[in-house]
């Protein structure tokens, strides 16, 4: 079965830092492209960042390049999203997720975390 937990959400201000974990179960993670999506209060769930798992290649929404930096662990197996600047429009709930695509599409991730809160204050 396959498992993904996020962790490292929390309370920051803005110019702040966090380091999100996702450690993943249940599958064989090498295999899979990561990525990490957020989805504020009466918003739709929006694309952050993936990893692709071939060659650890990196995509990212235009409004956290430059602040994130999505990395991937097989051995652990755990996918991270450092969170550098971070902004008061950063606050959402963030989830790792899993494809066999490199997409920023929502819909075509198949296994999804239960999220972990992200707040920024300014």
């Known amino acids: 079965q396959v498992q993904l937990v996020e962790s490292g959400g929390g309370l920051v201000q803005a110019g702040g830092s966090l380091r999100l974990s996702c450690a993943a179960s249940?599958?064989?993670?090498?295999?899979?492209?990561m990525g990490w999506f957020r989805q504020a209060p009466g918003k739709e769930r929006e694309f952050v960042a993936a990893?692709?798992?071939?060659?650890?290649?990196?995509y990212y929404a235009e409004s956290v390049k430059g602040r994130f930096t999505i990395s991937r662990d097989n051995a652990k197996p755990t996918v991270y999203l450092q969170m550098n600047s971070l902004k008061p429009e950063d606050t959402a709930v963030y989830y790792c997720?899993?494809?066999?695509?490199?997409?920023?599409?929502?819909?075509?991730?198949?296994?999804w975390g239960q999220g972990t809160q992200v707040t920024v204050s300014s």
């Open positions: 990893i692709r798992w071939s060659d650890g290649r990196t």
């Open positions: 249940g599958h064989t993670f090498s295999n899979y492209n």
């Open positions: 997720a899993r494809s066999t695509l490199v997409t920023l599409k929502p819909y075509e991730y198949d296994s």
